[in-house]
């Protein structure tokens, strides 16, 4: 009797573990592990996590092969989740929920992949430096009248890559090529990351930056002082330029239906509250509640017209006319 119930616990207790998630994931811990936790809090299954860049990660999966622990890679941009598609380490995931709750030009043509939150790519500057009217586009950025007042995050970068790739998709390779040396043309300093890039703006060194909003509100939620301001370009045409951080199911999982359950927790409106605020992020949903400092920053169009698979699809060609438009 007491051998069947040691046997009994042993097999719940391998169920239970069983049930447990490993995430791979390329976000910062501080911005993944509450919402982790919540999860735990509200189902009982325990989501562990491997931090790391996004290609050591994709890499490491691909080295595991079938002894991998890995159920879900998640990372930020379009990019990079699109990379992890043609590795061959993501399985196609059919599910009502994430196909009603995602928007389709924020999810994977084949669902490999789903975007979770959404963050725009947009421009920022300093009111004492820029004229009321003077802002219109990224295209507009490309002309003479912002010689020597314009800064750019390094082209190395794949937050610049996706949105060069969704410039390609909209104006094709020899225009984009036009627009980009222009940019190159009126640029004062490349920095190697936004908030480098903003900094300099606020200091008066350019004018004008290309940035992710997220930088914008963490800079000015340290120092509300800071002359930046941002602005949505496009609005007459396409739209803001919108990336995601999102995830996917590892091909190789062991728990691929608690897999889905939990991206589908992920892209659902309880979940939504919490995951796109971290961040400083927009929810994938609309008519959700943002971030009091997102909120301040107004209504804009998206480009929503542009699948983001597409930002992984034109990477190549991206990186390309970047190095050919001297945009180092």
């Known amino acids: 009797m007491k051998t069947i119930l040691i046997i009994s616990m042993l097999i719940m207790a391998q169920n239970i573990l069983a049930e447990d998630l490993m995430v791979y994931t390329s976000r910062k811990e501080h911005l993944v592990k509450d919402i982790f936790k919540q999860y735990q809090k509200e189902t009982g299954v325990k989501v562990n996590y491997r931090t790391g860049k996004a290609g050591a990660l994709i890499q490491t999966i691909k080295g595991e092969g079938a002894k991998s622990n890995a159920d879900i890679f998640m990372t930020v941009d379009a990019g990079n989740l699109w990379y992890a598609s043609t590795q061959g380490i993501l399985e196609p995931t059919r599910s009502a929920i994430l196909?009603?709750?995602?928007?389709?030009?924020?999810?994977?043509?084949?669902?490999?992949?789903?975007?979770?939150?959404?963050?725009?790519?947009?421009?920022?500057?300093?009111?004492?430096?820029?004229?009321?009217?003077?802002?219109?586009?990224?295209?507009?950025?490309?002309?003479?009248?912002?010689?020597?007042?314009?800064?750019?995050?390094?082209?190395?970068?794949?937050?610049?890559?996706?949105?060069?790739?969704?410039?390609?998709?909209?104006?094709?390779?020899?225009?984009?090529?036009?627009?980009?040396?222009?940019?190159?043309?009126?640029?004062?300093?490349?920095?190697?990351?936004?908030?480098?890039?903003?900094?300099?703006?606020?200091?008066?060194?350019?004018?004008?930056?290309?940035?992710?909003?997220?930088?914008?509100?963490?800079?000015?939620?340290?120092?509300?002082?800071?002359?930046?301001?941002?602005?949505?370009?496009?609005?007459?045409?396409?739209?803001?330029?919108?990336?995601?951080?999102?995830?996917?199911?590892?091909?190789?999982?062991?728990?691929?239906?608690?897999?889905?359950?939990?991206l589908e927790w992920l892209a659902s409106k309880n979940a939504q509250r919490s995951f796109a605020q971290v961040n400083m992020e927009y929810p994938i949903m609309e008519n959700l509640p943002q971030n009091n400092v997102v909120k301040k920053w107004g209504e804009f169009k998206a480009n929503t017209k542009f699948n983001l698979s597409r930002a992984g699809i034109l990477q190549k060609d991206a990186v390309k006319l970047m190095y050919e438009a001297k945009y180092k």
């Open 99 to 262: 196909e009603k709750n995602i928007p389709s030009h924020l999810r994977d043509l084949d669902n490999q992949w789903f975007g979770l939150s959404v963050r725009a790519r947009t421009i920022a500057y300093n009111p004492k430096k820029v004229k009321e009217g003077e802002l219109i586009s990224y295209e507009d950025l490309a002309t003479a009248k912002w010689k020597g007042r314009l800064c750019l995050r390094t082209s190395k970068k794949v937050y610049n890559q996706s949105l060069v790739a969704m410039l390609i998709d909209q104006h094709g390779y020899t225009r984009t090529l036009e627009i980009i040396k222009g940019w190159v043309n009126n640029n004062v300093e490349i920095f190697s990351n936004d908030t480098a890039v903003l900094k300099a703006v606020a200091k008066g060194q350019c004018a004008v930056g290309i940035v992710n909003t997220y930088y914008y509100g963490r800079l000015v939620k340290k120092d509300p002082k800071l002359p930046l301001k941002l602005f949505w370009p496009n609005q007459e045409s396409y739209g803001v330029h919108i990336n995601v951080s999102g995830a996917g199911i590892v091909k190789t999982s062991k728990n691929k239906e608690a897999a889905k359950k939990f």
